[in-house]
Each structure stands twice: as structure tokens, then as C-alpha cells.
RNA sequence: GCGAGUGUAGCUCAGCUGGUAGAGCAUCACGUUGCCAACGUGAUUGUCGACGGUUCGAAUCCGUUCACUCGCUCCA
């Protein structure tokens, strides 16, 4: 099979299992769905908030010069002016009918005419801005309107003196955010690789300009330290972009790229922004946004190195880097052995951590005395349903990485046995232990 | 937004030229089994993506629309 045909046969079998299995549902489903919008089932839900816990913790839990934030999503809408979202997307745009060309209406030398095949069979003007657009008050009027927010980098930047003076932060010092943003693509694709509605994860690094370049190589190669260590990217699954081009405040800008279904695509930018935010908030608002360090005197605009990430698409890189087709020994008649779906997830970020499973149903109190006592440290699931094998199978579909199989010896000589979601292989544990010996399988 | 393809049970799909829906898997119950999707018996499941038209009759033909996939385009 080509690679291109493999790949594109992965993201179906993707979707198809997220949606089969409980991860990720077509919002509005039952309506015919809605473009560009995914809902998170039950599993999808654990995932996703255990690659924000872990964000969250190596980023700001485990730094001290890191604070967290939590803005709000409609923010006033001159952020947006400042930012220059709404005036660089507020573009006019005409297509031609008969070669399909588009065009910025404001760059056109003729607005009559197509430039690209002299055809004048143009569509009217009609404006595109990829800022969803709202209105505040019962009243829907242009003086009204605001904006759902299209990163969440700016209430940062918006928020970022205020941060400063409560939590006595000196430069250099960081301000990070988890949370929605939205964007009017054009044109959603990739499963949830690319949608209107989503999640980033956000940290904008606050320095003196002169030590810039060495926080943007310091950001870089925490974030590459994180994808190897915490995801267990292997190297060639994921690559450094450097950007050519930039924009002309930046000094510095990286995209870390990893390998998805539909090829390579962009996954965290660490972007140098210089001055550029602070200033043009301070431009804008009126407010004095420059830090005073009384260690020299000096009053300086601080530069910026930010690290930004999509959630998203770190669930979708890591399901795709995840799944796998092995074959295992089957009962079934006339068969040796049989395909066997299953994650290879970080236990991490496992929706399921550990299950939790009798040998027997007639097992079932004391497993699910167990299950209760192991739901209190790990993401546990307990099942009784169907032969064992069967149950194993299940977990590995979602890549619950450990299952404890509680047998008829477990009451006597008060072990279980843990199976190993990857190498199949079984090992008695004592229940006293097993504990300890989860949380250090698990990375805990 | 343009072009192409797809849409039937939870999933994968079959339903030829119109006669009002099926398989495998999954799910559930009971029995059996006791460490890798075992077996037996039984059961549940569908506005055939949506709306409209043609017809005595539409999953099937026509139109519109929605969604997904791919290629353009876009991606601050």
C-alpha cells in the first residue's frame, strides 16, 4: 500500500474509532453536525485534560516564574484593533467566476477585471475576517459588536502588568494560559487538526530585550525536552521548522512539526516577538506598559518569547502516533491468531490508566473494593463483562496501559496480576505494592 | 469559496434496472468458560444525512441543502 493511501486509510480509522469508542463526536450530530466543530466524548474528555494537566504542570506548576491565567474569551474589541486582527483580516475579496482566482479587492489595480485571465465575470466584493464575530447587550449593532477571541496570547499581553504587580514578579518572568480561541476558517479539514472552535495552550516569556535570542534557545529546548521525555516523540516523528520569512518584529520564530496522518503539519510555534505586543497595547490602551528594573534604573519594554501550542492537534498527534495493528493468539474457530487494535498512549496522558478486571464474575466484590481504592490515584475502569480476553482487548483499543486482573488466588495470597498493555506479558504483584509499582510504571 | 468523491444499525459495508431494509462485528441477557476478541441460546438497534419533486409506490430517479474526505485556496 502507497504511504499517501496508508496514511489517509489511519485518519479514517481514527475517526472511526474516536467516535466508535467515545473520544471525539461531530458536534451537533444528530442535526447533520456543524462544520469545523468536534465534541470530546468521555474518553476524549480524560485525554484532553490529562495533556493540559501535564502542560500545565511542567510549564507552571513546577516553575516559580511562571503564573497562570484565565481570561476571559470576549475581550474589548480595540485588543483586536491593536493586535491587528481586525484590520488585516477585514479584507475585501472578489473571485472570478471563470478561472476561480481570488483577490484582495485593495491590491486589485482594476476592480473590474481579473488579473489573472482578464475575464471581468467577478463575484461582488464581500468581506472575509477569520474573527468571529458577536454582539454584547441585546442590542445587534456595529457600536456592539466584539469579538471571540483568536488566540489566547493577546489577554495576556492585555493582563500582563497586572500579573506583574500581584505576583511581584521580576523580568524575566512568564504568563500562561489554557483555553478556547476561535477562528472563521475558510475551510476546516483534518479531522480536528484544523477546526474553528479549539484549545491552545499558550506561555508568553517576558525579558530584556538583550537576553531574547538566549530565552527563545532556552523555550526551544524545554519544548523539544517535553515532546521526547512526557509524549515520548521518538525523532523522527517530529522536526524543527525554521521560518525564513518573519515578521518584522519577530528576531527569532520556530514551528515544531510532528507527523500526522495527512503528513507533516505544525503542532507548537516558539515565536520571538520582540516589542512588538507591549508596544502596540500600550499605543492603543494609553497604559504604560514598560517594566522599570530597579536594579539599574533602567525602564525598558520587555521582549517576548512565546510558546504556543494547540491541543488539539497534540491529541491528534499523539492518537496517531499511537495507533497500531499487531496480531495476537486468538480462541476463535479456525484461527491461529487475530489482528489486535491498540494504542501505544503515554500512560500519562491514558484516558484509562489502569483497569481493573475479575477473572470472574463471581470475583466481582472483591475487584471492585479494589478499583475503588486504585480510582482514588489513577484513571481506573472497571469491567466484568465477557471473557477476559475480550475485556484485554477493549483496553487496548482505548490503550489503557495496565490492566490488574484480580483471580482466585488474589483473596489467599493477596496479589493480582498486571498485564502489560504492549508486550502482553503478566507479572504478579502484591497488593500491598501495587501502588508504588503503578505509579512508577506509570511515570508518576 | 471552487472542483471531485462519499453519506444505509454504534462500527465496516451489501442492497442490480424503483415494490416500503440486510450481513459481519459491536452491545445486552442467560448459560458455559477461568488470563488474551472462546462457545451456545436469545434479544436490542435504523426518520437509508436533511428537505422538496417525479411516481400508485423512492434507500434506489431528479433538484436543493448539510456534513465528511481529497485537490486548489486560506492559515496573522
Redesign the pocket.
Known sequence: MAD?EKN?DL??KL???C??RGFIF?SSEI????????DYGPYGVRMKRAIEALWWHEMVETRDNIEGLDSSIICHPRV?KA????D??SDLMT?CRYC???FRVDQMEDTAVCSNCGSRNL?EPRE?N??MKTFVGPVFDEEHAAYLR??TCQPIFVDYNLVRIATRQKLPFGVAQIGKAF?N???????I???REFTQMEMEFFCDGEQGLEWFEYWKAQRIKYYREKLQFSDDFFRIYEHEKL?HYAKAAIDIEVKF???WG?LEGIHHRGTWDLSRHSEFSGEDLQYMDHDNGRKLMPTVVETSVGLDRTFLAILGNAYDEDT??????GMEE????VLHLPPLVAPVQVAVLP?????NESAEKLNTDLNRHFRCEFDS??????R???Q??IGTPF?V??????AADNA??V??RD????ERVSIDQLRTYLENAIGI
Not at 185 to 191: A, L
Open positions: 499517501a489517509l485518519m479514517e475517526v472511526s474509532l467516535k466508535r461531530p442535526y447533520g453536525g456543524i462544520n469545523g466543530f468536534w483586536w493586535s491587528g486582527h481586525l488585516q483580516f473571485d476561480k482566482s481570488r463575484t472575509f477569520l474573527m483568536a488566540e477562528r476558517e475558510i475551510n476546516p479539514r483534518n479531522f487538526f484544523r477546526s515578521a496522518p495527512f503528513g505544525e495476537a493468539a486468538t480462541q476463535k474457530e487475530d489482528v489486535r487494535i477473572l470472574s464474575k463471581k470475583l463483562t465477557g471473557s477476559i480476553g475480550k484485554y482487548r477493549r487496548d483499543e490492566c486482573t484480580f483471580d482466585f488466588d488474589s493480582v496480576t498485564r502489560n508486550t502482553m506479558a503478566q
